[in-house]
């Protein structure tokens, strides 16, 4: 009965520290709270999909698609279930030389994010440089 009370505080305390190595991985809301994102990692690179829609249905009541994408093969798609934050590095407590999809407008931008303590993470879209961007505050879903 020990050794087995002593192996599952030692799994415990394993995803404790796991879990605590990689604070970006969960699920989050936009501003907006229009859809929510579940940011997770592959490998050593961190992307998020659209997993949550407020509204998933257009106004004639059809699943929202991708229509607004450039690339007309993936205007078909749906858009709630988009992985639309890919290949972010994790360097200290911000994620950057990743890519933000906008399925309202379908664009893409270059984007980094910074965690701002447990609950809060800043998305910073941009063409170019950082400076010529935008960001929005994200906060986490329970």
């Known amino acids: 009965m020990k050794k087995m009370i002593m192996t599952l505080m030692l799994v415990f305390t394993s ?6 190595s990689d604070p970006i991985i969960g699920k989050w ?8 994102i579940e940011i997770y990692k592959k490998g050593e690179k ?4 659209l997993y949550w829609l407020k509204e998933p249905n257009d106004a004639q009541g059809n699943i929202k698609k991708d229509i ?3 690339d007309k093969s993936l ?4 858009v709630q279930g988009l992985e639309i ?3 972010f590095s994790k360097d200290g407590n911000v994620y950057q030389d990743g890519k933000i ?3 309202k407008t379908g664009k893409t931008y270059s984007c980094k994010m910074t965690l701002q303590g447990t609950d809060k993470l800043d998305i910073r879209g941009y063409v170019g440089v ?7 505050s994200w906060k986490r879903v329970n």
């Open 15 to 20: 995803v404790l520290i796991f879990a605590q």
């Open 46 to 49: 961190y992307f998020g999909k």
């Open 85 to 87: 934050l890919t290949n």
């Open 130 to 136: 950082s400076l010529f961007g935008r960001t929005e």
């Open 29 to 36: 809301q936009n501003p907006s709270g229009e859809g929510r």
């Open 68 to 70: 607004k994408n450039p």
């Open 101 to 103: 999809y906008d399925p």
């Open 75 to 78: 205007q078909s798609r749906q």
